[in-house]
């Protein structure tokens, strides 16, 4: 089976930055595109960013200038660099991930990490 494990969030002062951390484990024969998408209190879940294999990087408006995804497709990782952070941008960032494992079909699956608290004080 694969896993994704996020790591990195935390509390954090308006303007302030983190970084967060996404690696996929386990029977991995491709990954199309890793992301990172977030869920405020009362809120629907929302894209951040998203980074194809070989394709553009999409960023939501609200985060364009402050927020930079990267991956190490040698470890099967992806990043989440947030920079100037806002108490708007408060909520649970999850991974995203759409993977084909060597024991599933042509068509990769969606995979979501646990989710990591990012909180932001004013």
């Known amino acids: 089976q694969v896993q994704l494990v996020e790591s990195g969030g935390g509390l954090v002062q308006a303007g302030g930055s983190l970084r967060l951390s996404c690696a996929a484990s386990g029977s991995i024969f491709s990954i199309n595109f890793m992301g990172w998408y977030r869920q405020a209190p009362g809120k629907q879940r929302e894209l951040v960013a998203v980074?194809?294999?070989?394709?553009?990087?999409n960023y939501a408006e609200s985060v364009k200038g402050r927020f930079t995804i990267s991956r190490d497709n040698a470890k099967n990782t992806v990043y989440l660099q947030m920079n100037r952070l806002e108490p708007e941008d408060t909520a649970v960032y999850y991974c995203?991930?759409?993977?084909?494992?060597?024991?599933?079909?042509?068509?990769?699956?969606?995979?979501w990490g646990q989710g990591t608290q990012v909180t932001v004080s004013s």
């Open positions: 995203h991930a759409k993977i084909r494992s060597w024991s599933g079909g042509p068509v990769p699956d969606d995979y």
């Open positions: 980074m194809p294999t070989g394709g553009t990087t």
